[in-house]
């Protein structure tokens, strides 16, 4: 076998790998399976510094307690621990994770869709592996199969994504929201280079807010707010959800349009999938 036959067998790997993910899932083997999961509490709310970087989310402070030894841990997040958090205030419970018998190891997990079962590593490798898949086909078959491929994985694609049903849910949840006054503490400030090597400076208001029922919020506003980076002490308006203050928006004609958009995008993405399947068929 020479090196251009060997080269076509590249999907092994990749289809290996996920075999073996979903066998650890299988078997409750996988890493997030092993470790001990939690609900933690955050304890205090600091305030991200002006001009600091917003990666590390906003500074918390979790308490939570080990389920094998009954310990309580009172443990600071600071963005180092796992997710990094955008909204939070004093009583907002996180789900956490540790490997077992190491709690200062913890990682707060915002997103537990596929990550307790262990799948959510074999998922991604399925998905390099169906776009490679696309490739090669282009590759071997011309335009025709580089034409079903790719149709057929926007299909899948556009038939999996929850985007149309999560902006319902917000939209629904957002009717019911109720105004309060706010106001920008803190702007964070990060520097990124294009290809060129020209600097790109984006900024994201830090915003506190105080909701009917006497909870102070602190919740890092990555869009929404017009000039961020001159946003330092405006006052605002922000409509939360009674019960989730993670749910809000500083403009919700904004956040409408922005819903309806996430829907058409879908749309044109599922029927841009079928206009391939439909072209590729045709020219076979």
């Known amino acids: 076998m020479d090196f251009h036959e060997a080269l076509g067998f590249w999907w092994v790997v990749p289809a290996g790998l996920a075999l073996v993910g979903y066998a650890l899932s299988l078997l409750g083997l996988s890493r997030a399976?092993?470790?001990v999961w939690?609900?933690?509490r955050i304890v205090r709310v600091d305030q991200p510094a002006h001009w600091e970087s917003k990666h590390p989310g906003?500074?918390?402070?979790?308490?939570?307690q080990d389920p094998a030894s009954g310990r309580e841990f009172t443990l600071s997040n600071a963005g180092k621990h796992g997710s990094a958090i955008h909204e939070a205030w004093v009583g907002r419970e996180v789900e956490a994770r540790?490997?077992?018998?190491?709690?200062?190891r913890f990682r707060v997990v915002l997103d537990t869709d596929g990550e307790k079962s262990g799948r959510s590593g074999p998922n991604c490798l399925v998905w390099l592996l169906l776009v490679g898949l696309v490739v090669h086909a282009a590759v071997v078959g011309g335009w025709p199969w580089a034409l079903l491929g790719s149709g057929g994985l926007l299909t899948v694609l556009a038939a999996c994504s929850p985007d149309i049903r999560l902006a319902?849910?917000?939209?629904?949840r957002l009717a019911a929201s109720v105004a309060v006054p706010a106001r920008v503490v803190a702007v964070t400030r990060d520097v990124y280079r294009d290809g060129e090597g020209s600097e790109i400076i984006n900024?994201?208001?830090?915003?506190?807010?105080?909701?009917v029922?006497?909870?102070?919020?602190?919740?890092?506003?990555l869009d929404g707010i017009p000039q961020p980076s001159r946003s330092l002490g405006r006052e605002l308006t922000v409509h939360y959800v009674p019960g989730n203050p993670a749910v809000y928006t500083t403009d919700l004609a904004a956040d409408r349009r922005?819903?309806?958009k996430a829907v058409a995008f879908i749309v044109v993405l599922l029927l841009a999938g079928l206009a391939g399947l439909v072209s590729g068929a045709a020219l076979l």
Do not use: K, W
């Open 258 to 260: 922005e819903g309806r």
């Open 213 to 221: 029922e006497g909870t102070h919020v602190t919740v890092l506003s």
């Open 58 to 64: 906003i500074p918390v402070v979790v308490a939570f």
């Open 168 to 172: 319902r849910e917000r939209a629904a």
């Open 33 to 35: 399976q092993r470790a």
């Open 203 to 211: 900024h994201a208001p830090v915003v506190t807010f105080t909701t």
């Open 98 to 104: 540790y490997p077992r018998g190491r709690p200062d």
């Open 38 to 40: 939690v609900r933690a």
